[in-house]
């Protein structure tokens, strides 16, 4: 299921590359994606012909070779990162898989080194953030800001579940809509995002109990990656989707 609810991501990213986006393409790459690669996948290994053509389709989808996808049989996870421009010794970003640079390791089998956009965004906002809160907030410190602080993050309490084990967001989405009426939900992601693949949020939102109306759950899709609000089209559609959700309320 996790490699399902992956693929339309990747399906999209390539869809970018190849100038030939759309919601029908896309739609149709979703529906694949839960119906005949999920039931393969979870099925024996396809033989002869009925492989070929399987793997075939996936490589087209995603741009991948049909060799890794065949090695794979089907499942991607990150080979994604490494073997989308094999050829090209690039590295692909986990953040955003339309994007690619240099790879600084290509003789390495698995991808080292900063993803190809979070290292330049961290940098950049975290520089950013420190001047508009001196500057524009008037807070002055000595203190380091770290936009992303791993060591921290790791040491994070999941609601007493012990560090970072078995975490349910679900949990607190059917509480919250059963106990809490006045509670809306808008989840906004980028289509080309492999960290939060947009299609296990639409599985998430699909799978909980009937609520007081549909309504209070929206689930909005803006081109580009993980940070897509660094597309000024996207942010600006981000920006009216959240204010429309906010003066409905």
């Known amino acids: 299921?996790?490699?399902?609810?992956?693929?339309?991501?990747?399906?999209?990213?390539?869809l970018e590359r190849k100038g030939a986006f759309s919601q029908d393409a896309l739609a149709q790459a979703e529906h694949f994606a839960l119906t005949d690669y999920l039931t393969t996948l979870?099925?024996?290994?396809?033989?002869?012909?009925?492989?070929?053509?399987f793997y075939a389709r996936v490589a087209e989808m995603t741009g991948l070779s049909v060799d890794a996808i065949t090695e794979t049989r089907g499942f991607i996870r990150d080979d994604f990162v490494k073997n989308l421009h094999?050829?090209?010794?690039?590295?692909?970003?986990?953040?955003?898989?339309?994007f690619a640079s240099d790879?600084?390791?290509?003789?390495?089998?698995?991808?080292?080194?900063?993803?190809?956009?979070?290292?330049?965004?961290?940098?950049?906002?975290?520089?950013?953030?420190?001047?508009?809160?001196?500057?524009?907030?008037?807070?002055?410190?000595?203190?380091?800001?770290?936009l992303l602080a791993a060591d921290i993050s790791g040491k994070w309490d999941w609601d007493n579940r012990g560090?970072?084990?078995?975490?349910?967001?679900?949990?607190?989405?059917?509480?919250?809509?059963?106990?809490?009426?006045?509670?809306?939900?808008?989840?906004?992601?980028?289509?080309?995002?492999?960290?939060?693949?947009?299609?296990?949020?639409?599985?998430?939102?699909?799978?909980?109990p009937a609520a007081d109306g549909d309504?209070?759950?929206?689930?909005k899709l803006y081109r580009g990656g993980h940070m897509f609000y660094l597309?000024?089209?996207?942010?600006k559609a981000f920006t009216a989707d959240a204010r429309t959700m906010y003066t409905a309320q």
């Open 42 to 53: 979870a099925g024996p290994p396809p033989q002869g012909d009925t492989a070929k053509n």
């Open 163 to 208: 560090g970072r084990s078995q975490p349910s967001v679900t949990d607190d989405l059917r509480i919250l809509l059963a106990l809490t009426p006045s509670f809306r939900l808008m989840i906004a992601h980028g289509y080309s995002d492999m960290v939060t693949p947009f299609a296990a949020t639409r599985y998430v939102l699909d799978h909980l």
């Open 1 to 14: 299921l996790g490699a399902a609810l992956q693929l339309p991501s990747l399906a999209a990213a390539e």
């Open 86 to 98: 094999l050829g090209d010794h690039k590295v692909v970003s986990n953040y955003d898989a339309t």
């Open 215 to 219: 309504e209070r759950t929206q689930l």
């Open 103 to 146: 790879d600084p390791f290509p003789e390495s089998p698995v991808a080292r080194g900063p993803d190809p956009i979070l290292d330049g965004v961290v940098r950049a906002f975290g520089s950013t953030f420190v001047g508009y809160a001196r500057d524009e907030l008037g807070f002055k410190t000595d203190m380091t800001y770290n």
């Open 231 to 235: 597309d000024p089209d996207s942010r």
